[in-house]
């Protein structure tokens, strides 16, 4: 390579940079809502669970890769295999990236929009969750507005990522995590310190084991792997930038760790908020942009709080959004020699306009169906049942049974020497569940989100998935039994 690869300037850096990647909508706007329809306690527990069992080891795994490689996905697993069928499955992580950043822009454009809706007072005029809703279909319906906040928000994510890797991705990381945790923090101090707030508490600690279903399992798996921004090589990415010095199993257990912390915390916050003022809690995806305004409307100080929650939503989903663009920048810089900002400019305004039928799906584009769904909910779809899941199956079996041990062993020693003479179980473990575990449980569901599906239409889609999945286990297969003839 031509220059010098940027590498994370700290370890601090690099677990703020991949917490922040790991902490955004999924966390705050998706985490609160599934626990409260699935049953609040029983559900966390279920979803905790999975992020033991999946979530770290093969947040371990994709890390290894890239600190392995120091390249994007598509040329770590050319680096590391150099066969068509891992090239093609880095490359699907890099489109991955592009889908899910051209609807996450979307969401986290409609969260800048309620910072100025909150400045403007709009909220103090909701006198219950109806009125709410309505303004909020207006908002939605209306698409200047939503390609408005759209661009701005890809805008302020190119800019971050145009920086570089040093300058923009870990110095804002550093400065917007810990603002997030300290707008996080008062939001719980003011949620527990609210008349009422027991009853959300209640309902967020005290378990009803009878809403523990195998579809609400599922959800929390697949919410696992979401939440950490597992399977389409962002962690992979963001490990490239690491040194051999750095112990990889401890700085996953640290971003797993901060990632379930600030999800329950929001949890905590919006449910004791929620109950304090007599909303329902199971109102689904709306819970933030329906009901909340509600609730600030008939707090005290309910404005500046309004402010606060939706400063900390865009900025949760701004240190995560980055993470998505730096793949495809990565692999454009990397790959294709390109320059940083080339890279960054070209492929922010092709995201963005990809994201404009997304940002359309709600006013414009609502009637405009593909599979009998949006475009919105079809890259939804795509990106998050069917490429993660796919892209987190494949991660684990590389590096459960394509790379070689003996080889994985002597990269994910370096840095961690101590753990693995202090604790060689951990690692055996670590091997068990990433070879065994993760494989069939990713594989369920997986299986389960196509199975999801509803209409005949879909149901030719499901065929044609299982098709390629079948033709592609098959495939690597034959690719492994001829590995081991050799
Ligand atoms: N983890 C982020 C969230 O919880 C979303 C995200 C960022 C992501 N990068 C990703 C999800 C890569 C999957 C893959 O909101």
Known sequence: ??????????????????????????????????????????????????????????????????????????????????????????????????????????????????????????????????????????????????????????????????????????????????????LLIILVIRGITLPGAEKGLAFFWSPDWSKITGQSVLIALGHAFFTISLGMGAMMTYGSYLSDKDNIPIASLQIVFLDTLIALLAGIAIFTSVFAMGQDPAVGPGLIFHTLPVVFAKMPGGVIFAVLFFLLLTLAALTSAISLLEVVVAYFVDERKWPRHKAVIVFGFVTLLIGVPSALSFNVMSDVLFFGHTWFDNADFLASNILLPGGGLFISIFVGWVWGFDKVYIELKKGSETLFEKHPRIILGWKIFLKYVSPVMIMIVFLHSIGLLESAILQIRTNWVMISLIVTVIYLFINLKMRNNK
């Not at 690869?5 to 940079?17: P, T, V």
């Not at 371990?60 to 295999?81: C, D, W």
């Not at 809706?117 to 507005?145: H, I, M």
Request: hydrophobic letters at 50%; aromatic letters at 14%.
């Open 1 to 182: 390579m031509s220059n010098q690869r940027e590498h994370w300037g700290s370890k601090a850096g690099f677990i703020l940079a991949a917490a922040g990647s790991a902490i955004g909508l999924g966390n705050i706007w998706k985490f609160p809502y599934i626990a409260g329809e699935n049953g609040g306690a029983a559900f966390i527990f279920v979803y905790l669970i999975c992020i033991a069992l999946i979530g770290l080891p093969v947040l371990i795994a994709e890390i290894l890769i890239g600190r392995t490689t120091q390249r994007n996905p598509v040329g770590a697993f050319k680096k590391l295999s150099g066969k068509p069928f891992w090239i093609i499955i880095g490359s699907i992580g890099v489109m991955a990236g592009f889908i899910i950043l051209s609807f996450y822009t979307v969401i986290a454009g409609w969260s800048i929009g309620y910072i100025v809706e909150a400045l403007k007072g709009s909220f103090s005029q909701f006198a219950d969750p109806k009125v709410s809703s309505d303004y909020f279909n207006n908002l939605v319906g209306n698409a200047g507005w939503v390609l408005s906040y759209h661009t701005l928000f890809s805008l302020l994510t190119m800019g971050v990522v145009y920086a570089g890797v040093n300058k923009g991705i870990e110095n804002g990381s550093k400065i917007m995590m810990p603002v997030l945790f300290i």
